[in-house]
C-alpha cells in the first residue's frame, strides 16, 4: 500500500516539476479561507450546481452516444436507449434529475446570494454572471425538454415557443429562427439539438469559467449583519476544511438524484404525433410555470396592447431589473443599511412559490 | 299583393290538385293531373332549351327569375315557401331556375311565364317525378358538365325497387326522388343539412316506414328505426361519428331499396364485414341455412337491431347464440365450446400481460415496446373472433396459437421489467448505503480536520480567497 502511495507521489512530483498546476492549485486552495458563520450553509448551494453541472456534462455526453437527433430517430433512440442499453436508463434518469435539481439549486443560490446582498461591489460582475448562468440554464432546460420528441415535449414547446412569438416587433422573426420555420417540426429539432449540446454548453463554460475565477477573486461575501458584529467571523481553510463539507454536499445532492432516478425514473410517454390534437392539461417545466401561470391570468389586452405581450416584456424588464440589482441597490453601494432589495427579493419568492403552486394546484382552464 | 301576384295565385291553384303526400313532406310534389299529357316532352324540351342557356353560364349570377320574384311575394306559404327555399338548392347553386322542372318562360314577367304553349307543366305529377328528374340524372353526357364522379342510373335502379315497381302499378303513396331528397332545397348526400347525409337517412326512410299509418296498406312492420337505432350501427354512426357505419341506404340500397333475400344477407353484410362473409360462405352452415331458409348473419346477429357481438355469443350458455340450434351434447356445441374456450384463453392472457404491463410501466418502467407488441395478440384476437364463421376449432386455434405466444412474451417483458425494477431498487439501497458510509467518514473527518480561526488567531494563513471577505 505504502509502496503505490509513493509510486502515486513520485508521479504526481513527476508531473508538478513539468506542468506545475497541482502545486499551485494546493497552495491556492490551503490560502483561501471561507468565512464561517450563521449563512455559512448558502456557500454550499453554488458548488452543488457546479457539481450537478458537471454531473449534467457526463450524463449527456453518454446519451450524445446514442442520441439520433432528427423527427425520424429521436424517440426511438431514447426508446432503444432506455430498454437495451445497460444502465441507459440510469443515465437518462440522471440527466432528467439532475437538470431539474440544478435549475432548483439555481435558484436557491441566486435567491441566498440576493437577500445576503453578496452582490455588493466588489462583487457586481459575480452577480452579473450569475444572472446570466441562470438565464444560459433555464434556456438549456427549454432546449433539453423537446429533444425526446414525445408527446408532452412537443406541445409544451410549441406553446412555449408561441409565447416567444407575441413579443412586440421581433416577435414573429425570433419566432421562426426558434422553429426553423413556421411550425415545431424536425428542424426545430435539429436547432435545439444544437443549442443545447453545443452552443450554450460553450457559454456556460466561459461565464461559469468567469464566475469561478471572480469567486475564487473577491473571496466569500460575509453578510452586512455578520459583518457589523463585533468579532469578526471564524474562518476554515478552502483546502480541506471546506472541500470536505462540500463535498457532503456533492455526495447528499447525488444521493438525491440515485432515489430519483430509481423511484421516478423519467417517462418517455407516447412519440410525438404533429397532427394529433394537444393533449388536455399541457403544461410547461415547473421552472416556467409561474410565468405561464401569469400569462393566463393576464386580460386580453392591456391599455389596448396583447396581454401576453405585455406579459412577456414584463417579465423581460424584470430579468433587466434582477440583473441590474447591484446597480439599482444605491444604498448599499453607499455602505448605508436598507433592507430594501431584501423585502423586494423575498416578495419575488413568495410570487413565484405562490404561482407555481397554483399552476399545479388549481389549473385554471385556457 | 299585386294584381299580377293574386293572378298567379289562382293560375296556379287551378293546376293543382290535392292528394296523397308522403308524411312530413313540404308540399309541392303533389299527385296532380298534369296540365297537358304530353307535358315531360314538352319540359324535356324545355329544359333541354333552357339547359342549354342555364348550362352556359352554370355557376354564374343570374339575374332573378320572374318566377322568384312574383312567388316570394305571395301570401300563401304554400306559394310562397318553394321560392323562398330553393336558393338552398344544389340545382339553384348550379344555375338551373325553376323553368328547368315547371317549365314555362321566366323571362316573361307576367302570366306568359306559366303558359303551358310553352312548356309550362305546373307541379310535376308523382307518377312523373323519377322521369322528370331522369331527364338530366340519367344523360351521362350531360351530368359529366356538373360532377362527372356521380352516377347516372339512379332512375334505373329506382325501377327496380320495390317503390318504383309500386310506383309503375299506379301506387303514389311510395317515395319518389322528392321525398327523400327534398323538393325545393335538395342538398348533396355529403351536406350535413341534407336528408340524405347519412346520419339523416335512418330518420328521411323512418319518416314513412317507422309510421304505423301510413304503412298500414302494406302489412309490413314499422319498428325498423326504433331497432335500428338501438344497434352498434346506429351508434357508431351517431356517436362515433364515423359516417362509413351502415345506414338504411347501405343494406337495402338507395335508389333500388329492395329488402335482402335469403341468399343475398351475407352478401350485403359482406361488404364491411368480408372476412366473416367469406368464412361463412365456405363453411357448411350457409349450404344448411340456405336448405332450411334462414337468413345467413342475420339468424345469430339479427338485422336492425345488431349489438356489438360479445364472445358470450359463442357457446352453448344463457347468452350464446348457437344453443339456440345446437343441444349441449351435439357435435355443434362442442364446436362452439372449443372456439370460445381458445378466444377466452387468448383473452385471459392478454388481460394478464396488460395488467402486468401496466404496473411496470405505472412504475416507470419502460414497456412501450411490448405493450405495442401487445397489439399483435389483440390483432390475433381480432383474427380469431372472425374465423369463428368457419365453424373450425382448427381455423380458430391457427390465429390463436401466434397470439397466445406474443401475449406470453409481452407478460415476459413486463415481469422481467417489475423484476428489474426491484433489482434498481436495491442498487439504490446499496448505493445510497455507501455513500452514507462517506458522507459519515467525511463528517468525521470534518470534525477531526481542526477548529476554524478568527483573524490573527492560530492557523490563518490568508484572509480569504485573494481578495477579501466582506466587502
Excluded at chain 1, 182 to 205: E, I, Q, S, W
Excluded at chain 2, 124 to 145: N, T, V, W, Y
Excluded at chain 2, 179 to 198: F, G, M, T
Amino acid at each position: 500500500m505504502s509502496g503505490t502511495n509513493s509510486r502515486l507521489r513520485a508521479l504526481r512530483a513527476w508531473f508538478d516539476d513539468r506542468v506545475g498546476i497541482l502545486g499551485e492549485m494546493e497552495r491556492l486552495g490551503k490560502k483561501k479561507r471561507v468565512p464561517l458563520h450563521r449563512h455559512t450553509i448558502w456557500y454550499y448551494l453554488g458548488g452543488m450546481t457546479l457539481f450537478l453541472f458537471i454531473v449534467q456534462v457526463v450524463t449527456g455526453v453518454l446519451l450524445l452516444f446514442y442520441y439520433r437527433p432528427n423527427a425520424e430517430g429521436a424517440y426511438e433512440s431514447i426508446q432503444f436507449l432506455m430498454t437495451d442499453v445497460h444502465f441507459g436508463w440510469l443515465v437518462r434518469s440522471i440527466h432528467h434529475w439532475a437538470a431539474n435539481l440544478m435549475i432548483f439549486t439555481l435558484f436557491i443560490h441566486m435567491f441566498s446570494v440576493l437577500l445576503l446582498r453578496a452582490y455588493r461591489a466588489p462583487r457586481e460582475m459575480t452577480w452579473f454572471t450569475g444572472v446570466v448562468l441562470l438565464a444560459l440554464g433555464l434556456t438549456l432546460g427549454f432546449t433539453g425538454y423537446l429533444l425526446p420528441w414525445n408527446e408532452l415535449s412537443y406541445f409544451a414547446t410549441t406553446v412555449g415557443t408561441r409565447i416567444v412569438g407575441v413579443v412586440p416587433w421581433v416577435g414573429q422573426f425570433l419566432l421562426g429562427v426558434l422553429r426553423g420555420g413556421n411550425d415545431v417540426t424536425g428542424a426545430t429539432l435539429t436547432r435545439f439539438y444544437a443549442l443545447h449540446t453545443a452552443v450554450l454548453p460553450a457559454l456556460v463554460f466561459l461565464v461559469l469559467g468567469l464566475h469561478v475565477y471572480l469567486v475564487q477573486r473577491h473571496g466569500m461575501s460575509v453578510p452586512p449583519e455578520v459583518e457589523s458584529e463585533e468579532k469578526p467571523p471564524r474562518s476554515i481553510p478552502f483546502l480541506p476544511d471546506f472541500a470536505l463539507r462540500d463535498l457532503v454536499g456533492w455526495l447528499a445532492a447525488l444521493a438525491v438524484l440515485a432515489a430519483l432516478a430509481a423511484y421516478f425514473p423519467a417517462e418517455l410517454g407516447k412519440k410525438a404525433d404533429p397532427f394529433a390534437s394537444a393533449p388536455v392539461g399541457i403544461k410547461p417545466e415547473w421552472y416556467f410555470m409561474f410565468m405561464f401561470q401569469t400569462l393566463k391570468y393576464l386580460p386580453a389586452y392591456i391599455l389596448g396592447f396583447e396581454g401576453e405581450a405585455v406579459g412577456i416584456l414584463g417579465f423581460g424588464l424584470a430579468g433587466l431589473l434582477l440583473f441590474l440589482v447591484p446597480v439599482l441597490d444605491r444604498p448599499s453601494v453607499r455602505g448605508q443599511r436598507t433592507r430594501l432589495f431584501v423585502w423586494l427579493g423575498i416578495a419575488m419568492i413568495v410570487y413565484i412559490v405562490t404561482l407555481t403552486i397554483i399552476g399545479y394546484a388549481v389549473s385554471p382552464k385556457g | 299583393m299585386s294584381v299580377r301576384a293574386l293572378v298567379a295565385c289562382f293560375a296556379l291553384a287551378l293546376a293543382a290538385a290535392p292528394a296523397g303526400t308522403a308524411p312530413g313532406l313540404a308540399q309541392g310534389t303533389q299527385d296532380a293531373a298534369p296540365p297537358r299529357g304530353d307535358t315531360i316532352a314538352n319540359a324535356a324540351d324545355t329544359t333541354g332549351a333552357a339547359s342549354a342557356d342555364t348550362t352556359g353560364g352554370a355557376g354564374a349570377a343570374q339575374p332573378e327569375e320572374s318566377c322568384v320574384s312574383c312567388h316570394r311575394s305571395l301570401d300563401s306559404e304554400r306559394f310562397s315557401a318553394p321560392a323562398k327555399a330553393f336558393h338552398n338548392d344544389i340545382h339553384a347553386s348550379k344555375g338551373f331556375g325553376c323553368v328547368a322542372c315547371h317549365g314555362g318562360d321566366d323571362k316573361d314577367s307576367g302570366f306568359g311565364a306559366m303558359d303551358p304553349a310553352k312548356g309550362f307543366i305546373g307541379i310535376p305529377s308523382r307518377r312523373d317525378i323519377p322521369e322528370l328528374c331522369g331527364r338530366c340524372h340519367s344523360d351521362a353526357q350531360f351530368m359529366k358538365r356538373f360532377n362527372p364522379s356521380l352516377r347516372v342510373d339512379q332512375v334505373a335502379e329506382y325501377r327496380t325497387s320495390v317503390h318504383g315497381r309500386r310506383l309503375a302499378a299506379g301506387d303514389t303513396l311510395v317515395a319518389t326522388c322528392a321525398d327523400c331528397h327534398h323538393i325545393h332545397s335538395i342538398r348533396p348526400p355529403s351536406d350535413p343539412k341534407s336528408n340524405v347525409y347519412p346520419v339523416h337517412v335512418s330518420q328521411t326512410c323512418g319518416r314513412c316506414h317507422a309510421d304505423a299509418d301510413y304503412m298500414k296498406p302494406y302489412g309490413i312492420p314499422t319498428d325498423q328505426l326504433q331497432k335500428y337505432e338501438k344497434s352498434v350501427h346506429w351508434a357508431t354512426l351517431s356517436q362515433k361519428g364515423d359516417l362509413s357505419a351502415p345506414t338504411c341506404n347501405d343494406c337495402h340500397g338507395s335508389h333500388g331499396a329492395t329488402p335482402p333475400g335469403v341468399s343475398s344477407v351475407v352478401n350485403v353484410c359482406g361488404q364491411c364485414h368480408a372476412v366473416q362473409a367469406g368464412r361463412f360462405e365456405a363453411s357448411f352452415h350457409s349450404e344448411i341455412f340456405s336448405m332450411i331458409g334462414a337468413p345467413g348473419c342475420v339468424t345469430c346477429h339479427g338485422n336492425h337491431e345488431i349489438h356489438a357481438p360479445t364472445d358470450a355469443f359463442l357457446g352453448v350458455g344463457d347468452s350464446a347464440v348457437c344453443g339456440r340450434c345446437h343441444t349441449a351434447d351435439s357435435k355443434g356445441a362442442q364446436v362452439a365450446t372449443g372456439e370460445r374456450s381458445l378466444i377466452d384463453s387468448l383473452a385471459d392472457r392478454m388481460q394478464v400481460a396488460d395488467s402486468i404491463l401496466g404496473r411496470a410501466a405505472d412504475a416507470g418502467m419502460e414497456v412501450s415496446q411490448a405493450q405495442a407488441n401487445l397489439g399483435n395478440a389483440r390483432n390475433a384476437l381480432i383474427q380469431a373472433r372472425a374465423a369463428i364463421h368457419s365453424f373450425s376449432v382448427d381455423s380458430v386455434r391457427a390465429k390463436i396459437d401466434p397470439g397466445l405466444e406474443v401475449a406470453d412474451q409481452s407478460a415476459t417483458r413486463g415481469r422481467d421489467a417489475l423484476q428489474e425494477l426491484q433489482v434498481r431498487r436495491l442498487g439504490l439501497a446499496v448505493s445510497a448505503a455507501l455513500i452514507l458510509l462517506v458522507i459519515v467518514m467525511l463528517v468525521l473527518k470534518i470534525h477531526r480536520a481542526g477548529r476554524p480561526t478568527r483573524p490573527g488567531e492560530g492557523k490563518q494563513r490568508g484572509n480569504g480567497g485573494e481578495g477579501s471577505h466582506g466587502r
